[in-house]
């Protein structure tokens, strides 16, 4: 049988909504789920732990079945080995952070001594063994997120399930968590599953990311994949948020290929991640009057069409997606191998420091 994790999750949680789901994740691998609010993300993850008992499909996990209605198993959450970190942490408010990691140790038959014992070991993992007495209230937000982390990751699981698990953290945390993340996960040997509403999170974080709308998982792919060719409106919208990455000092971005582009926020400098929406950036068959701060020639390199509007793929000297109305394709007479020029207002690229660069 498939090592890893084998899921088809059939359930209906609330008489208008009904999850109907497959997900495969082999060993090493990180899948995220990427979707709006009120999906099916949360139900997934009640699904895949036993919370939410399936009424069809099945879960299975490297090889063995965890819930299968049509052959009568089902394996209780406490005897699913599974990790798994919540948006909200649920840690214990009483317990020291030792103990918090201790708990699921002490959980899988570990004595109270040699649970300690390898709870600290997480702990220092994670930056955190001088914290190590203090309870659930006295920890900041990244701290709870990283002992969160260390009491999943303890207990060696089969599976680790990240739900949500940087969208409480402001955004200086949240950057210094995804590098977190990106080591650990990097260093865990089994299937890693990310839920998340982020498309910026799930398009770092990930090796193939699959989108799910209404209960129904609409594409699979990686992030290229989604942002190539997004197959509804959601995922086009998702899809388009354009990625650069740069050094920004004295509000300019220098981006990797020497490409120089001016930003509004002059409090960032160092290493930064980029991001800008498709609708953002205009496109005119000649060079825009009023000197925008950015304005560029390009040529285009593909037109996707999406409902009543028009993707359109540029190339040179940074390779962007675009977005406009049928209507303003037409009337600019875009094609494929035509030269344009693009304006991108400084007040429309968001900035957030880089987690895959040292500062």
């Given at each position: 049988?498939?090592?890893?994790?084998?899921?088809?999750?059939?359930?209906?949680?609330?008489?208008?909504?009904?999850?109907d789901v497959e997900l495969s994740i082999?060993?090493?691998?990180?899948?995220?789920?990427?979707?709006?609010?009120?999906?099916?993300?949360?139900?997934?993850?009640?699904?895949?732990?036993?919370?939410?008992?399936?009424?069809?499909?099945?879960?299975?996990?490297?090889?063995?079945?965890?819930?299968?209605?049509?052959?009568?198993?089902?394996?209780?959450?406490?005897?699913?080995?599974?990790?798994?970190?919540?948006?909200?942490?649920?840690?214990?408010?009483?317990?020291?952070?030792?103990?918090?990691?201790?708990?699921?140790?002490?959980?899988?038959?570990?004595?109270?001594?040699?649970?300690?014992?390898?709870?600290?070991?997480?702990?220092?993992?994670?930056?955190?063994?001088?914290?190590?007495?203090?309870?659930?209230?006295?920890?900041?937000?990244?701290?709870?997120?990283?002992?969160?982390?260390?009491?999943?990751?303890?207990?060696?699981?089969?599976?680790?399930?990240?739900?949500?698990?940087?969208?409480?953290?402001?955004?200086?945390?949240?950057?210094?968590?995804?590098?977190?993340?990106?080591?650990?996960?990097?260093?865990?040997?089994?299937?890693?599953?990310?839920?998340?509403?982020?498309?910026?999170?799930?398009?770092?974080?990930?090796?193939?990311?699959?989108?799910?709308?209404?209960?129904?998982?609409?594409?699979?792919?990686?992030?290229?994949?989604?942002?190539?060719?997004?197959?509804?409106?959601?995922?086009?919208?998702?899809?388009?948020?354009?990625?650069?990455?740069?050094?920004?000092?004295?509000?300019?971005?220098?981006?990797?290929?020497?490409?120089?582009?001016?930003?509004?926020?002059?409090?960032?400098?160092?290493?930064?991640?980029?991001?800008?929406?498709?609708?953002?950036?205009?496109?005119?068959?000649?060079?825009?009057?009023?000197?925008?701060?950015?304005?560029?020639?390009?040529?285009?390199?593909?037109?996707?069409?999406?409902?009543d509007r028009v993707r359109v793929q540029?190339?040179?000297?940074?390779a962007l997606t675009a977005e406009i109305?049928?209507?303003?394709?037409?009337?600019?007479?875009?094609?494929?191998?035509?030269?344009?020029?693009?304006?991108?207002?400084?007040?429309?690229?968001?900035?957030?420091?880089?987690?895959?660069?040292?500062?």
């Amino acid at each position: 049988m498939t090592a890893g994790l084998d899921a088809h999750l059939v359930v209906s949680p609330g008489k208008d909504f009904t999850l109907d789901v497959e997900l495969s994740i082999p060993p090493g691998h990180t899948a995220a789920l990427l979707g709006p609010n009120g999906a099916g993300k949360s139900t997934t993850v009640a699904a895949i732990s036993g919370i939410l008992p399936l009424e069809g499909g099945h879960v299975r996990l490297d090889g063995e079945v965890l819930d299968e209605p049509a052959r009568g198993r089902f394996v209780p959450v406490e005897q699913r080995r599974l990790g798994i970190v919540f948006q909200d942490y649920v840690l214990f408010p009483h317990l020291s952070a030792l103990d918090n990691v201790a708990f699921g140790l002490r959980g899988r038959g570990a004595d109270r001594a040699a649970a300690r014992r390898e709870a600290h070991l997480w702990l220092e993992r994670l930056d955190l063994g001088s914290l190590a007495d203090r309870r659930p209230g006295d920890l900041s937000g990244g701290q709870a997120q990283r002992v969160a982390l260390a009491r999943a990751l303890a207990v060696d699981p089969d599976l680790l399930l990240l739900d949500e698990p940087l969208a409480a953290l402001d955004v200086t945390t949240r950057a210094q968590l995804r590098r977190v993340l990106t080591e650990h996960l990097d260093a865990y040997r089994g299937p890693r599953l990310l839920i998340t509403h982020d498309p910026a999170e799930a398009f770092l974080l990930a090796d193939t990311i699959s989108v799910i709308e209404a209960g129904r998982i609409t594409q699979t792919g990686t992030a290229d994949d989604i942002r190539r060719h997004p197959v509804t409106p959601y995922a086009a919208d998702l899809a388009g948020i354009n990625l650069m990455a740069g050094v920004v000092a004295d509000g300019s971005l220098t981006l990797e290929n020497g490409h120089r582009v001016a930003v509004a926020d002059r409090s960032v400098r160092g290493p930064i991640l980029a991001t800008v929406h498709p609708r953002a950036i205009a496109l005119y068959d000649a060079e825009p009057h009023g000197s925008p701060r950015n304005a560029w020639p390009t040529v285009i390199t593909a037109l996707e069409p999406v409902g009543d509007r028009v993707r359109v793929q540029l190339g040179a000297p940074v390779a962007l997606t675009a977005e406009i109305t049928r209507a303003a394709a037409a009337g600019l007479r875009l094609a494929p191998a035509v030269s344009v020029w693009i304006a991108i207002k400084a007040s429309e690229i968001n900035l957030q420091p880089n987690p895959g660069s040292p500062r």
